[in-house]
């Protein structure tokens, strides 16, 4: 059973099925009777077993001689479901986090969450996505992945699910593509959805990439994207903001610039799309291969401001930030976001220069046209991170970081945390290769308070597991 018991956690789980029932060993103290699966209640010590299939839980019910009662729950967990550890040193700000639980036999994944204690209280079916997030609504979505796409050429838009794993909607955008982009997915306050449609581009002119003295072709085929927001009812679009009309493909830094196409599609990828937040009525995107995030006004199509990568007149200068200050950049980055207050926060992943990555805030000031670092914290568990990642700040000032690809490790591990404001770590969890090869975590976040609650997610995955 994990974790181990405890009398405050009334959340577990056990590698249990038909095949294999759950061993109880129950020890009580004087006066408390125990439960076990609605089993006689006894007292003392005593043990059992349960048989449940993958997915269905049972409880475990102890009352005190005073007529006081707990009720714990255990969920046994799918026999493909990944490994993983946990650490808990504080005291979690966020009540569940929800994520990509990869990879098991056969690089099984599944969309979950994860409580503070580490337990998986939730998971969707096994499917194969990236990224998995709880909508305003308290429904789970997650964008979907389609074999035979070159990276960052997109995938099969995204599923809207109930808790019982029920599908309430596929979400794709409006034009471009027929497939959504994996990276993303936003849902509005109106209900509208935000997302980017992939599409490969032909005839640009890419020969000012030199590579190791070799020009890429002036005629190449890249990988583009079309930013969109699609009405609720997916049947009209407010608007589309083309990123080659915006981004020439020069302002890819050299990091990132290859001579040769991709042998999967014949295409470069200058550009290389991974997040967009709402910004009042503009938007803030951010894009991996240009080192940068930009804010645009999706009326005009006009770039406001751009942080970061090849410098352009809209450019923001960085201030108190070390990294910028001595002439690099961001490199790679995710998961741009735009607190209430105006702040930026940004996951910086440090590829290409193999520097350690950081979860960053930045106070914009547009009149002087200068972003000034206001946070920066790192986990001494991560030294590098190759790709994805997310840094969200709670509102109680804790942050909730997926660290992304870790690189540099002795075992294929991904990690997450929770920080406090002083970089203090609170919680950890870590998805290992016990099971086989882990891909990067995409992103790891925390569920708003209030949202869900644990009845809400038990009752789903009993209707999902009857």
């Not at 005073?66 to 026999?79: A, E, H, I, K, Q």
């Not at 990067?440 to 976040?445: H, P, S, V």
């Amino acid at each position: 059973m994990f974790p181990s018991f405890s009398a405050d956690v009334i959340d577990y789980v056990s590698h249990c099925n038909d095949s294999t029932p759950a061993q109880v060993s129950v020890t009580a103290p004087t006066g408390t009777t125990v439960s076990v699966d609605a089993q006689p209640a006894k007292g003392g010590s005593f043990n059992t077993q349960v048989t449940r299939k993958a997915g269905q839980r049972f409880t475990i019910v102890a009352r005190t001689a005073s007529g006081s009662s707990t009720t714990y729950n255990v969920r046994c967990l799918d026999p493909n479901f990944p490994s993983w550890s946990y650490q808990r040193s504080g005291t979690p700000q966020a009540d569940f986090y929800v994520t990509v639980a990869c990879c098991g036999p056969n690089g099984a994944s599944y969309p979950a969450m994860f409580d503070s204690n580490g337990v998986p209280i939730w998971w969707g079916p096994e499917t194969s996505t990236p990224y998995a997030m709880v909508l305003p609504n308290g429904d789970v979505a997650w964008t979907k992945s389609a074999s035979g796409f070159a990276p960052g050429t997109g995938g099969n838009g995204a599923e809207e699910h109930r808790l019982d794993g029920s599908l309430v909607r596929t979400i794709k955008p409006a034009t471009g593509s027929s497939n959504g982009d994996l990276h993303e997915l936003l849902q509005l306050p109106n209900g509208d959805y935000v997302m980017a449609a992939a599409l490969l581009r032909s005839n640009i002119d890419l020969s000012s990439w030199v590579v190791n003295g070799h020009s890429a072709p002036a005629n190449a085929t890249i990988v583009d994207y079309v930013l969109q927001e699609i009405t609720a009812d997916q049947q009209s679009v407010v608007w589309s903001w083309d990123v080659n009309d915006h981004v020439p493909a020069t302002e890819t830094p050299q990091e990132w610039r290859v001579a040769n196409p991709s042998p999967a599609c014949g295409c470069f990828d200058p550009y290389h799309f991974n997040s967009i937040e709402a910004a009042g009525n503009d938007f803030v995107a951010s894009f991996r291969n240009l080192d940068g995030i930009y804010r645009f006004d999706p009326s005009t199509g006009s770039v406001l401001w751009k942080l970061g990568g090849t410098a352009r007149p809209e450019s923001l200068t960085a201030q108190g930030d070390s990294v910028f200050t001595s002439g690099g950049s961001f490199s790679g980055q995710h998961d741009a976001r735009v607190l209430a207050d105006g702040t930026v926060t940004v996951h910086d992943n440090g590829t290409a220069p193999g520097r350690q990555p950081r979860a960053v805030r930045y106070s914009i000031d547009t009149t002087h046209a200068t972003a000034t670092l206001q946070n920066q914290l790192t986990d001494p568990l991560v030294p590098g991170s190759f790709c994805c990642g997310s840094a969200r700040v709670l509102p109680g000032g804790d942050w909730v970081i997926g660290w992304g690809g870790n690189c540099c490790q002795p075992n294929p591990v991904t990690t997450a945390t929770e920080l406090t404001s002083g970089g203090s770590r609170v919680f950890l969890l870590q998805f290992d290769g016990a099971n086989g090869s882990v891909g990067a975590q995409y992103r790891f976040l925390p569920v708003p308070s209030g949202l869900l609650t644990r009845d809400a997610l038990r009752a789903g995955l009993d209707a999902e597991y009857p």
